[in-house]
């Protein structure tokens, strides 16, 4: 039949075809459909099945759009609509009532039924405050509670009703309402929804397969081979025809801003994850694994890099170490390198304070029978305090020992030559090479100083001025000197090593600073925490690959919900929007749960390697939880993005 173009027509369709497959294997469904329904009127849809019939009301309801001709709705025609036009126009103009009901298992009836007016911008207690009438209108005032699962497929069908009522539709589409009732409840809800037709003046399309059902409507049509033909009908028997031009109720005043608001959305996706159950917890757990792993080794790194500075600091920020490496000038001379001019040192550097040459000498030495290897360590009477040394018992060497045959054990070397025996004391003695040494002092255990190149505790100290008797020609190594000014030890350092340069022609000299030895230990121990923490990134991309499935496997299991939603006025980005929405929640729950986790796990280690204090990195939490939320974005990106891409009846059919 031709379509009329007036100004009371809701509905019109000019040579509407649709088809559906591939390239070469299309098959049409729709043949050139032509079709005008005014507003107020009630029709009805009579075909086979598989005759086109739902295909039709999919494209009047904006579900799909047609290959060709043309569909207006309310005077717009659709094809000029992008997809957010059309789902505000699903929302504002049209309500569905499916044959299957397709109400949300996860919400109640009263939830169901106020969910269009939610994506339309309402405000919830208005929303629930208009869904609890529609639903005592429909005679479920005590079912407003309940679960669809709760309820009868009578009750069922009659919630379906009134959510398709909820935002005061022009046009009420239905797809085989009845087809899943008994007979008696079939004609109830058909009662119904001439009762609406009639007292709230919405346009009614009904999809159905009997006859009987179709006779009560004004119109009647067959559909049949894609082709629509309109049957002679006389107004149904104990039915009141509707107006020519009846005048709507006014439709719910439209918000400022279409959408869902923030708290129905947060609340909806706490839900959607509160079903999913075990699933959910297996992938928060996932990302709350990879967030303690971040959060423990950054604190762990940033404790050892604190406690190995704090080690350093204790030793002394005020030394300064020389280096003295012979030239071959220097070391084909047979000449000694022994004596340092302290004064001389101090005219041309006023800041050095003290200064105390080393000669070492790896060698054996002998006592009791027992032989030990050490280092024999040749100085002057201003190393102890310089280094900071403390006896274990006797004394330190002085200027008057340049000559003598006296020696001051480390603590290490002590114990080693001490055998099974009693203690080294003062007045024993040792064997060194073909001399003997008289023990006048024993020293306690010191940490170790990474600035010195030796270890104290290991070696024995002799005075320098008796090395000479011990090798051929001995040379200095190194001069460690103490700064009388700490805060400007990098100036000290070059005026030193111009000045020792002078003083020694033929050698190379180069100084150290405890600070140029604490940027290298920040360095390395900020190094071994990143490291730690990549360790940790990987397992946090471990949770996330399963935060990914938990949402991809989610938007397969509700494809239908998608379709639901969008039939019911969700546009794409609101769909994406909401299971996004639910990667970042369970990504940040995860992430919160394994931040506080960590800082426990650190905490135990810090407290049982012996540590003196824990110091919470100031990293650790921006870093572990903002990249454990990031990894649950990422990864939550392509499931949100394939269930936005879905069109409406693609969704609905799927599923």
């Not at 404790?303 to 070391?331: C, E, W, Y």
């Not at 400007?488 to 000299?509: C, G, K, M």
């Not at 939880?625 to 974005?633: D, N, R």
């Amino acid at each position: 039949m031709g379509a009329t173009h007036r100004g009371d027509c809701l509905i019109e369709l000019e040579g509407v075809s649709h088809s559906y497959g591939g390239a070469g294997s299309r098959q049409a469904v729709l043949r050139e459909v032509s079709l005008s329904v005014m507003r107020g009127q009630s029709c009805a849809i009579v075909g086979r099945s598989g005759s086109g019939k739902t295909t039709l009301l999919n494209l009047i309801g904006l579900l799909d759009t047609p290959a060709g001709g043309t569909l207006r709705i309310d005077g717009q025609d659709v094809r000029q609509l992008g997809a957010a036009q059309r789902a505000v126009m699903r929302n504002r103009t049209i309500g569905f009532v499916f044959q299957n009901f397709n109400l949300l298992p996860r919400l109640t009836a009263l939830e169901n039924v106020a969910l269009p007016l939610l994506y339309q911008g309402t405000p919830r207690q208005q929303a629930h405050q208009v869904a609890q009438g529609l639903l005592a209108r429909v005679g479920l005032a005590e079912c407003v509670q309940h679960l669809p699962a709760d309820l009868s497929g009578g009750q069922q069908q009659r919630v379906a009703i009134a959510r398709a009522l909820a935002t005061n539709p022009a046009v009420l589409l239905a797809d085989e309402p009845t087809g899943n009732l008994d007979s008696q409840n079939a004609d109830d809800i058909l009662d119904l929804l001439l009762a609406l037709n009639r007292e709230r003046a919405t346009t009614l399309l009904l999809i159905t397969h009997e006859e009987r059902l179709a006779k009560r409507m004004a119109r009647h049509f067959h559909l049949e081979d894609g082709r629509l033909t309109e049957a002679p009908c006389a107004a149904p028997e104990n039915e009141q025809p509707a107006q020519s031009t009846p005048a709507p109720l006014p439709p719910t005043a439209p918000a400022r801003r279409y959408g869902a608001g923030c708290v129905q959305v947060l609340r909806e996706s706490l839900e959607n994850l509160r079903t999913l159950g075990r699933r959910a917890l297996l992938a928060l757990l996932g990302i709350a694994v990879g967030c303690m792993a971040v959060v423990t080794l950054l604190n762990i790194g940033h404790n050892a890099h604190q406690v190995a500075l704090d080690i350093f600091r204790s030793m002394g920020s005020d030394v300064l170490v020389a280096s003295i490496q012979p030239t071959p000038k220097a070391l084909n001379s047979a000449q000694s390198l022994l004596a340092l001019d302290v004064d001389a040192l101090r005219a041309a550097v006023p800041e050095i304070r003290e200064a105390a040459p080393l000669v070492p000498l790896g060698t054996q030495v002998r006592m009791r029978g027992r032989q030990v290897g050490t280092t024999l360590i040749g100085s002057n009477e201003a190393l102890p305090a310089l280094v900071g040394m403390k006896l274990q018992a006797g004394r330190f060497l002085s200027h008057f020992d340049a000559d003598s045959t006296y020696a001051v054990l480390g603590a290490n070397t002590a114990n080693a030559l001490r055998q099974n025996g009693p203690p080294v004391q003062p007045g024993d003695e040792i064997q060194v090479d073909n001399y003997v040494y008289s023990v006048v002092g024993v020293l306690q255990a010191q940490g170790h100083n990474p600035l010195f190149p030796v270890s104290f505790n290991d070696s024995i100290l002799l005075h320098i001025g008796g090395m000479k008797r011990l090798m051929s020609s001995p040379r200095i190594h190194t001069i460690l000197l103490r700064s009388a000014e700490p805060h400007t030890l990098e100036q000290t350092s070059v005026r030193l090593r111009d000045a020792l340069q002078e003083i020694l022609p033929a050698h190379q000299v180069s100084v150290r600073i405890p600070r140029q030895l604490l940027d290298g230990l920040a360095k390395q121990t900020r190094l071994f925490s990143w490291l730690l923490t990549a360790l940790g990134g990987i397992a946090l991309i471990v949770g996330g690959i399963g935060v990914m499935n938990v949402m991809v496997m989610s938007v397969a299991e509700r494809r239908r919900e998608i379709g639901v939603r969008m039939a019911l006025g969700a546009r794409a980005r609101d769909v994406g929007a909401l299971f996004l929405l639910e990667a970042v929640e369970l990504a940040s729950a995860g992430a919160l749960i394994g931040a506080v986790a960590g800082v426990a796990l650190s905490w135990f280690f810090v407290k049982y390697a012996g540590w003196a204090v824990f110091s919470l990195s100031a990293l650790a939490f921006p870093l572990g939880i903002g990249s454990a939320v990031l990894v649950g974005l990422f990864f939550g990106i392509s499931p949100a993005l394939a269930a936005a891409r879905l069109t409406p009846v693609q969704a609905l059919r799927d599923a």
